[in-house]
C-alpha cells in the first residue's frame, strides 16, 4: 500500500510537469504563426520542422555551458546524441539543398545513436551481461546490410527495424524492473525514465515507417507526411532527452544544497 502511494504521488507530481511543458509549448506554437504558416502549406513542412529542432537545439545549447559539469557520467551519451544529431541535420539539409541523396547520413547516425543508448543500457544493472552481446550482434547485421543487401544510399529498413526491437524491448524491461524495485520515492526524478520514454515515443512511432520506408518512395505524396510525422516525433525525442538531463541536474544540484 505504501508503495502504490508513492507511485501515485510520482506520477502525479511527473503528469503535471508534462501538462506544465505540454502548455508551454502550446504558447510557443502561438507566438509563432510563421511557423505554422509554413507546416500549413505542405511543400515547406520539412522547413518548419527543421527550423522547430533548431530553436530546440539552439535553446538546449545555449544551457549547456552552465549545467555540464553537473551531468553524471553516465548521460553523456545523450548530450552527445544531441550533439550528433544536429550535425547530422544540417550536413543533410546542405546535401539536400544541392539535390544529393542524404540518407547515408541517416544511416550513419542509425549507428551512433543506438551505440550511445546501448553503451547507456550497459551502465545499468539490468543490461550488463546482455547488452554487449546484442551490441556485437547488431553491428555485424548492420555492416552486412548497408555493404551487402540494401546500400548506403537507401533507407537501411532492416537495421531500423531490429534496432527499435532491441531499444524498445530494453526500455519496456527497464521501466518493468523501476515499477517493480522502485529504487527511489520519486521516480519521475530519474532520467532514465524519461529517457525510456524518449525511445518508446521514438523507435514505437516509427516502427513502420522504418518497416515499410523503402515502398513509400512509390507515393511521394505519402512519404512527404510520414516523414514529417518523423521529424516531429523526433523533436519529442530530444524534448524528453533534454528533460532526462534537467532531471539529472536538479538532481545534482539538490545533493550538493542539502
Not at 70 to 81: A, K
Not at 102 to 123: D, H, M, T
Not at 174 to 194: A, E
Not at 199 to 227: C, D, H, K, M
Amino acid at each position: 500500500m505504501l508503495r502504490d502511494t508513492y507511485m501515485g504521488n510520482s506520477f502525479s507530481v511527473s503528469l503535471k510537469k508534462v501538462w506544465a511543458i505540454s502548455m508551454t509549448a502550446q504558447n510557443f506554437f502561438q507566438c509563432k504563426p510563421c511557423l505554422f504558416a509554413e507546416v500549413s502549406n505542405r511543400s515547406h513542412a520539412g522547413k518548419a520542422i527543421a527550423k522547430l529542432k533548431t530553436l530546440i537545439y539552439n535553446y538546449n545549447l545555449s544551457k549547456f555551458p552552465a549545467t555540464y559539469r553537473s551531468i553524471s557520467p553516465e548521460l553523456w551519451p545523450i548530450v552527445l546524441i544531441l550533439i550528433f544529431s544536429l550535425v547530422a541535420d544540417i550536413i543533410s539539409v546542405v546535401i539536400i539543398h544541392h539535390g544529393l541523396n542524404s540518407l547515408l547520413i541517416g544511416n550513419i547516425f542509425l549507428l551512433i545513436q543506438f551505440s550511445l543508448l546501448a553503451y547507456l543500457f550497459k551502465k545499468q544493472s539490468y543490461f550488463i551481461k546482455t547488452s554487449l552481446i546484442v551490441y556485437v550482434f547488431f553491428v555485424i547485421f548492420f555492416t552486412f546490410n548497408i555493404i551487402f543487401y540494401e546500400g548506403p544510399w537507401k533507407l537501411n529498413s532492416a537495421s531500423n527495424v531490429l534496432a527499435s526491437i532491441i531499444l524498445i524491448t530494453f526500455s519496456m524491461y527497464y521501466l518493468y524492473r523501476l515499477l517493480h524495485d522502485l529504487p527511489v520515492l520519486h521516480i519521475h526524478k530519474l532520467p532514465m525514465l524519461w529517457i525510456c520514454f524518449a525511445i518508446l515515443v521514438y523507435y514505437g512511432g516509427n516502427f513502420f515507417l522504418f518497416l515499410a520506408g523503402n515502398y513509400l518512395s512509390e507515393t511521394p505524396a505519402f512519404q512527404r507526411s510520414v516523414w514529417i510525422l518523423h521529424n516531429l516525433l523526433n523533436v519529442i525525442k530530444n524534448l524528453l532527452f533534454a528533460i532526462a538531463l534537467w532531471q539529472n541536474y536538479r538532481n545534482v544540484k539538490s545533493s550538493l544544497s542539502s
